[in-house]
Nanobody, 127 residues
Framework: QVQLLESGGGLVQPGGSLRLSCAADGGAFRRLTMAWFRQPPGKDREFVAA????????AYGNSLKGRFTISRDSAKNTLYLQMNNLQPDDTAVYYCAATNRGLITLSLAGDQWYDYWGQGTQVTVSS
């Protein structure tokens, strides 16, 4: 069983930056495929970014690459999401997800493949 705990959300002005963290406990961190998803108000959950086991590759949701960067620190068992130039459309609850499966790149965006989820952290972009 893997437990995930997100932190780092908050209120930020348009154009600002935030870094989300997701601390993982209970699994072999390097062997986890990990991802960020988000759910804007009144909308379905959507894929943000993912990083493969052993840091062997990444994937990003549409139009997010270049503003968002996913990374992991195995020494700290922590996943990160650096978000720059935030816009009001980025307002959402952001969730950390993980699986022991070794997903291929085409599957990384599918939330059905992830077995473990955090409680979410709210990000609000507003002036």
């Amino acid at each position: 069983q893997v437990q995930l705990l997100e932190s780092g959300g908050g209120l930020v002005q348009p154009g600002g930056s935030l870094r989300l963290s997701c601390a993982a406990d209970g699994g072999a961190f390097r062997r986890l495929t990990m991802a960020w998803f988000r759910q804007p108000p009144g909308k379905d959950r959507e894929f943000v970014a993912a990083i493969k086991q052993l840091n062997t590759g990444t994937a990003y949701g549409n139009s997010l690459k270049g503003r968002f960067t996913i990374s992991r620190d195995s020494a700290k068992n922590t996943l990160y999401l650096q978000m720059n130039n935030l816009q009001p459309d980025d307002t959402a609850v952001y969730y950390c997800a993980a699986t022991n499966r070794g997903l291929i790149t085409l599957s990384l965006a599918g939330d059905q493949w992830y077995d473990y989820w955090g409680q979410g952290t709210q990000v609000t972009v507003s002036s």
